[in-house]
């Protein structure tokens, strides 16, 4: 039974959070009431009692406690019996929660019960109990305690409780407030505290990032607060102060430089990069569209260099469309024969500039004005 008793509480105690509370002595004045047990054939009685002890930094006290009653024997003849227990135990203290401070107890000592009619009798005693501690100050408890004695007899557990006032002698002063962190502003009004604001004057309101700059999300050097276009992606094409593209009101027309062979509307592999710059300027502007215009020289019946620029202005179109994948719906082509000539036709130089293709690239909104 004593061994049952001391597992039960070391094993409640080591599942427990404790509460910081000053280190130093304390004392416990007490008064109780003993509980006996049928065996024991004493009447419940009164007793006063003082704890002297010590509280360490930690959850953990020890505490000497005496306490004196006065009995009546159930037995004829036996009278008063005075009862004297000497105990040493030890107490540990669970979390502080509305200044109550719950605590385990247990420990060992001595226990003397002495009587005119008999003698004394002394016996070894376990205890074990539980109580708690409720803070008016900082070193001032009301204190109770019930504690269950278990001595000689196997079958005699008396129980004890008791209410008292308990003293801490060495409590730690309350610690000193910090001293409150001076108010940070925000002297632009962006959100963004002053002291990790890196662009101080923002106007109020503005659209800001976390190091209180304005931001500027589609990344064309306007502002968003100042940002009327807000989705002017192309790196390429110039703003206005408002964010939005500047725009130019003409047409574009690229001259390809397309040699073909005499009699010929084969591509030849060099028509790579030309056509390379009709596709460009198409991926810039998604809504244009291109007219491919072939064209030869005079040399040859009219009807034919029709056929012949024609079959030209197809091949390019369809290099266009098969090699930098534009839509065939954005291309079209014709000729014109020989009736358009750029050059004279007198000349071998001048017949073969007239063997050319241009480019007519048109859209329903205006062209932006590049960097």
Request: hydrophobic share 35%.
């Amino acid at each position: 039974m004593k061994r049952i008793l001391l597992t039960a509480v070391l094993a409640l105690a080591s599942l427990a959070a404790y509460a910081d509370e000053g280190e130093g002595l304390t004392l416990y004045p007490h008064i109780g009431q003993n509980f006996y047990s049928s065996s024991s054939e004493l009447d419940d009685d009164m007793f006063v009692g003082l704890g002297v002890g010590y509280r360490f930094d930690n959850p953990w006290a020890i505490e000497f406690t005496y306490l004196e009653g006065d009995a009546d024997s159930d037995i004829p003849g036996i009278g008063d019996v005075d009862v004297d227990m000497y105990h040493l135990g030890a107490l540990y203290h669970l979390t502080t929660r509305n200044k109550f401070t719950p605590f385990l107890a247990f420990g060992a000592g001595e226990g003397e019960y002495n009587s005119s009619g008999v003698g004394d009798d002394d016996e070894f005693q376990l205890n074990a109990g539980a109580g708690f501690k409720y803070a008016f100050t900082d070193k001032a408890h009301l204190r109770s305690d019930l504690r269950f004695f278990h001595g000689n007899n196997e079958d005699a557990v008396n129980a004890a409780i008791s209410v008292g006032l308990h003293y801490a002698f060495g409590g730690r002063a309350a610690a000193a407030p910090a001293p409150a962190a001076p108010a940070e502003g925000d002297a632009d009004g962006d959100g963004v505290m002053d002291s990790m604001d890196q662009c101080p004057n923002t106007p109020a309101g503005a659209d800001v990032d976390s190091r209180g700059c304005p931001r500027d999300d589609d990344g064309d050097g306007v502002y968003n607060y100042q940002d009327d276009c807000p989705n002017t992606t192309n790196r390429k094409a110039r703003v206005d102060g408002r964010g939005c593209y500047i725009k130019l009101d003409r047409k574009i027309d690229i001259t390809l430089n397309l040699e073909f062979d005499f009699d010929s509307a084969e591509a030849r592999d060099e028509h790579v990069a030309e056509v390379q710059k009709v596709a460009d300027v198409m991926e810039e502007y998604p809504d244009s569209t291109v007219t491919m215009a072939g064209h030869t020289d005079s040399t040859g019946p009219a009807e034919y260099n029709q056929g012949l620029s024609e079959r030209r202005a197809k091949t390019i179109a369809d290099m266009l469309t098969n090699q930098f994948d534009i839509d065939a719906s954005r291309v079209s082509h014709t000729g014109y024969g020989e009736s358009q000539p750029a050059d004279t036709n007198d000349t071998r130089e001048g017949r073969q500039n007239n063997r050319r293709v241009v480019a007519h690239v048109e859209g329903e909104t205006e062209e932006l004005e590049m960097k």
